[in-house]
């Protein structure tokens, strides 16, 4: 078995308690690495990195260009690691290799290469203060050290959509990947080590939420932090965060509505809804996971889809004619098992799946494609985050009435809208309370696109230009060219 160490101050370092827990492949069930148990002395040895990096090193003073170069070599880094990151990834979470690679670490090293062009080009303005003899004029500043603190279900996205922000706004960075699949994020720092970047700016510590988290958040040196979980894991870094006044970012969960109306290209509309949840497993923060279908082609709709996702190829996420791959870790298969029990009791309909499956004989955690009909809103199933291939369908009449449903959520991470009709979709896309709103497709993302939630899905923005503002703070710089300045009195 494998035993990684964390990543601080440009070394590889082992825990202070000297403890380590085990990470297992979602395939096969097995444990198949150590993941070293960081507690807060190891925050304390890579937050103090960071601050040294950012307010005594090169980093924080260092030519804007030249740090943008220094960023566009990390992208270099992530194309010259690919292959091994894609496995890593798909060894300890289980997601599919072909979706990893090339697809995903293309957009990894374009992240890199997009906010590296970014990092000369934080232009402040000359405020019009309407006094000739004042010079008014904002500077964009990056906070000094950030935490980012991610999820489980895609570890290297979600770290470089802090990482490539935050660097080329000039911050140095203490990431803490989620306790479930920790190892691709620290094999990217492997990886990362060849762009030869200065010691501590880029730092990872491993462990658990209350041990390694915690502390992180709390640290006094710590001014920003992005995080990307659930929404009871928000709640509580956001306050903590609030005790020493820290900017945060919010990523956190959804329940995104699919709205498919009487007019809709039926077969593309099918295979857009399926795609927009089964293909990870559902363990995706905007997967569809809510099916609006107007009264006129419910039966019709229904009937293409249950035919579409029983045509799943459940396996190893290895092989590339798997459809779909397992749930990534124990909790979180006998979570969603939860789930869905909790719709059968509600009063839903199974209309397909709903069960445990091996196949192949992997020992791993699989659960097939499910689909529930007859979903109420007031259910459990329409209302809370499964993040599991579970789909719950629902009948509306008028535009008003789906209007209505898609908003009734505490989430508002995502919506889509299916239909013919541009003038209906435009004004939907309008009024859906929802950071991403999707037009006759789902799921698409880039590195140019803000995305962010919603109510409780989160707020701050991801990727693009907003992407990197939420790394900066605007300083106001004020000049007086006055002869004499005047007594107060
Ligand atoms: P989680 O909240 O359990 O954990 C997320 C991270 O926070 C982990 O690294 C965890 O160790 C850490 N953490 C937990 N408690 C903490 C604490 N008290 N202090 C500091 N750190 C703490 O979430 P998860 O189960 O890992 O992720 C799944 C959730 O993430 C889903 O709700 C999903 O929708 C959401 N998600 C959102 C986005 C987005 O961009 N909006 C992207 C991916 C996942």
Not at 65 to 79: F, P, T
């Amino acid at each position: 078995m494998q035993t990684y160490s964390y990543y601080a101050d440009g070394k590889w370092l082992e825990p202070a308690n000297g403890e380590y827990f085990e990470t297992e492949n979602p395939y096969t069930g097995e444990a198949w690495a150590q993941i070293p148990r960081c507690n807060e002395k190891d925050v304390e040895i890579a937050v103090q990195a960071a601050y040294r990096a950012h307010h005594e090193g090169p980093w924080g003073r260092m030519n804007p260009s030249e740090r943008g170069a220094m960023v566009r070599r990390l992208g270099d880094a992530v194309a010259n690691h690919a292959d091994r990151l894609a496995e890593i990834e798909t060894r300890d979470n289980g997601k599919r290799r072909v979706d990893i690679h090339p697809g995903l670490t293309s957009w990894l090293i374009d992240s890199f290469y997009y906010y590296a062009g970014m990092a000369d080009k934080l232009e402040g303005s000359v405020i019009p203060t309407g006094r000739d003899e004042i010079l008014n004029y904002t500077r964009h500043e990056p906070f000094g050290v950030v935490a980012g603190i991610t999820a489980w279900n895609s570890p290297l996205l979600i770290a470089i959509w802090k990482l490539a922000p935050a660097l080329a706004a000039g911050n140095s960075i203490v990431l803490k990947p989620s306790e479930f699949a920790s190892a691709s994020t620290l094999e990217l720092m492997k990886a990362l080590e060849e762009a030869d970047l200065p010691s501590g700016v880029i730092n990872t510590i491993t462990g658990f939420g209350a041990e390694a988290g915690e502390p992180l958040v709390t640290h006094e040196r710590v001014r920003k932090i992005s995080f990307t979980g659930s929404v009871e894991g928000g709640a509580r870094v956001a306050g903590l965060a609030a005790r020493s006044i820290k900017s945060v970012t919010m990523e956190l969960g959804g329940k995104s509505p699919q709205l498919v109306f009487d007019d809709a290209r039926l077969a593309d509309t099918v295979h857009g809804v399926c795609g927009g949840i089964f293909p990870p497993a559902g363990q995706s923060c905007i997967a569809g996971s809510r099916l609006l279908l107007q009264a006129g082609i419910y039966d019709s709709f229904v009937e293409k889809l249950l035919e579409v996702a029983k045509r799943a190829k459940l396996g190893d996420p290895n092989d590339p004619h798997t459809s779909i791959g397992p749930i990534a870790n124990k909790i979180h298969f006998d979570r969603v098992l939860g789930h869905i029990e909790c719709a059968r009791q509600s009063g839903a309909t199974l209309a397909c799946g709903g069960n445990a499956v091996n196949p192949g004989g992997a020992t791993g955690w699989f659960i097939e494609p499910t689909i529930f009909t007859d979903v109420t809103p007031q259910m459990p199933l329409a209302r809370d985050e499964v993040f599991g291939p579970v789909l719950a369908v629902m009948r509306f009449d008028t535009e008003e009435e789906a209007l209505q449903m898609a908003n009734d959520s505490n989430f508002g991470l995502a919506a889509g809208i299916w239909t013919e009709d541009h003038r209906r979709a435009l004004n939907l896309a309008n009024r859906l309370e929802a950071g991403t709103v999707y037009l006759n497709n789902y799921f698409d993302a880039c590195t140019q696109s803000p995305v962010g939630g919603y109510k409780q899905s989160g707020y701050g923005r991801e990727n693009g230009w907003e992407g990197m503002r939420d790394f900066l703070q605007t300083k106001s710089v004020w000049l007086s060219t006055a002869r004499e300045i005047p007594p107060p009195f």
